[in-house]
């Protein structure tokens, strides 16, 4: 089992920045990606961003490319999600995400994912 526990949502206005935090627990080593989704009220989940555990490499949704960055530490076992130039449909719960299947690279749908974390709300004020 893996857990995710995700940190550093809050209220910002328009033009500023979040920076999320996932810190994943237990079996680590079988992760393969992690990846961030949102949802916003009355909306289906969407995805966010991706990472690969194996060399890094990232993947980003279009509505959020070029304004948000992921990365990981791999000492501490985190993911982040740098959010900048945020706008206010950004806003939404953001949930942190964890492969251990070996889906094929980039995974983007969030069947492929297998673990979550309890979500961390964003709200963007215009």
């Known amino acids: 089992q893996v857990q995710l526990v995700e940190s550093g949502g809050g209220l910002v206005q328009a033009g500023g920045s979040l920076r999320l935090s996932c810190a994943a627990s237990g079996r680590t080593f079988e992760i393969f990606a992690m990846g961030w989704f949102r949802q916003a009220p009355g909306k289906e989940r969407e995805f966010v961003a991706a990472?690969?555990?194996?060399?890094?490499?990232?993947y980003y949704a279009d509505s959020v490319k070029g304004r948000f960055t992921i990365s990981r530490d791999a000492a501490k076992n985190t993911v982040y999600l740098q959010m900048n130039s945020l706008k206010p449909e950004d806003t939404a719960a953001y949930y942190c995400?964890?492969?251990?299947?070996?889906?094929?690279?980039?995974?983007?749908?969030?069947?492929?994912?297998?673990?979550w974390g309890q979500g961390t709300q964003v709200t963007v004020s215009s």
């Open positions: 990472i690969s555990w194996y060399d890094s490499s990232t």
């Open positions: 995400a964890a492969d251990s299947r070996g889906s094929s690279w980039p995974i983007f749908g969030d069947y492929e994912y297998n673990y």
